[in-house]
Every structure is written in structure tokens, then in C-alpha cells.
């Protein structure tokens, strides 16, 4: 196993490693608190709108798929065609904060705050750190569209993806296991 | 790997997780998890191209697995 085997620049796999390591102390801290009171936590999970999130993860997959047409595209040489997928994986990441926005707002009306229960302190603290990525995310794939150099829209749509998986990795600790 | 056929199978996972969602349980816990295990898997391999670097896959598979199954541990218990 050698570290030049690995696609793209090692220090995007440093990021996505560590981005892995942050979250899944976060989830498993939320695990461990929910020991506690796991009628609570079930109760105030509960609450959540699941299928807000399962529209969200669509979404964010599509994006995802909109990111790795676009390092395609640049590879081979359709600039074009790459700026497009790039436009749209963005889109997604706008649909996909569009969704959470709405989603906290229909929390927030029905009571459910950040501290309403702890259950809540952990949703809002680790979806709201993903979606700090998501717009993050979109900045990078706006930025690796103007130069359009393969190894940068590689890069970008690395950071994409990683995003994408840490959703779909938080989402059952978060949304799904009561 | 068929970029599309990556995609589609996300969405399928996805579906699946929707669909299992509505039960409850250890077992049902069990199939989120191992879903969710393969939601990942395949966009290590497929869209960060680790399929390329099996042995980097596993580096990063592996201890997401004992991760997931660390998270199923504690909502089972």
C-alpha cells in the first residue's frame, strides 16, 4: 500500500480522513449521550421530518454524480460539458441547503430548539456542521470552474463526494436509529 | 466503473433505507446500518475512485464498518 496509489492529492484523502474522524466522534458522542434517556432521545427523533432528509440524500447523490461527469468531462478535455455537470452539482448543494433550511424552519415553529432536548443540541450541532461543508462545497466547485485544471476539478469534486458520503454515514445515528 | 450505474444504485440504496426505515428494531437497525455501510462503500469506490486502490479501500472501509457497527452496538443496546 503506498501512498502514491491512492487517486488524486494525498492531502484531499488527510482532509476527507479527518473530516470522517470529526463526525463520527460527534455521532458517537450523540450514541453514548443517548444511554442516558433513549425513550427521550426516540421521542424527540421522532419529531424529525425523515422524509426531508431521504429527499436530501437523493439530492445530494445526484449532485455527487453531476461532480464525478464533471471531473470526467475535464479529463477529457470538454470544457463545456464539464462547467455544465459542475453548474448543476452546485445546484444540488443549493437544493440541498434549500431543503435544510426549510427543514430547521419547520423545527424551529414547532418548538424544537437547541435546547429543547439533547437529542436536538446533536441534530442541530452536527447537521448544521454539515451544512457549513455543503455551502463550502459549492464555493470550491465554483472556484475549480473558472480554471478548469483537471487535477483541481478532481480535487473539488473529491471534497464534493466526501460531504456526500458524510451525509449518508450521519444519517442513520441522526435520523433513522431510535 | 459505469458512473450511471453508480448513481442509480445510491438511489436504490436510498429507497431501500426510506422503505426499512419505518420498521423498528435491532434487525431493522441492522439493515439501515449495513445500507448505509454500502451507501459509502460505493462512493469511495465509484466517485473517489478507490476502486482503483483496493487495498486503500480497505483502509478506509474497514474502520468505517467497525465504526457503523460500534453505532449499532449502541442503539441496540
Known sequence: ?178 | MDLHRIWLTLLALTAATTALSFGSGAVVAAGLVALAFLKARAIMSGFLHLDRAPEWRTAFTLPLALWLVLIWGLYAL
Open chain 1, 1 to 178: 500500500m503506498r501512498i502514491q496509489d491512492l487517486p488524486g492529492e494525498p492531502v484531499i484523502w488527510v482532509l476527507i480522513a479527518s473530516e470522517l474522524l470529526v463526525f463520527a466522534a460527534a455521532a458517537t458522542a450523540m450514541a453514548a449521550v443517548r444511554l442516558t434517556d433513549p425513550a427521550g432521545f426516540a421521542a424527540a427523533q421522532s419529531q424529525l421530518h425523515g422524509w426531508m432528509a431521504a429527499l436530501n440524500t437523493a439530492i445530494l447523490v445526484t449532485s455527487g454524480f453531476c461532480a464525478a461527469l464533471a471531473e470526467r468531462a475535464c479529463r477529457r478535455g470538454d470544457r463545456r460539458r464539464a462547467r455544465m455537470t459542475l453548474a448543476l452539482a452546485a445546484l444540488g448543494g443549493v437544493g440541498f441547503l434549500a431543503v435544510k433550511i426549510a427543514e430547521y424552519a419547520a423545527d424551529l415553529r414547532a418548538g424544537l430548539g437547541l435546547e429543547t432536548h439533547p437529542f436536538f443540541t446533536f441534530y442541530y450541532l452536527i447537521t448544521g456542521f454539515h451544512a457549513a461543508h455543503v455551502l463550502f462545497g459549492i464555493g470550491v466547485l465554483a472556484l475549480v470552474a473558472i480554471r478548469l485544471r483537471a487535477e483541481e476539478v478532481q480535487a473539488g469534486a473529491a471534497f464534493w463526494h466526501m460531504v456526500d458520503l458524510v451525509w449518508v454515514l450521519i444519517l442513520p445515528p441522526v435520523y433513522l436509529l431510535g
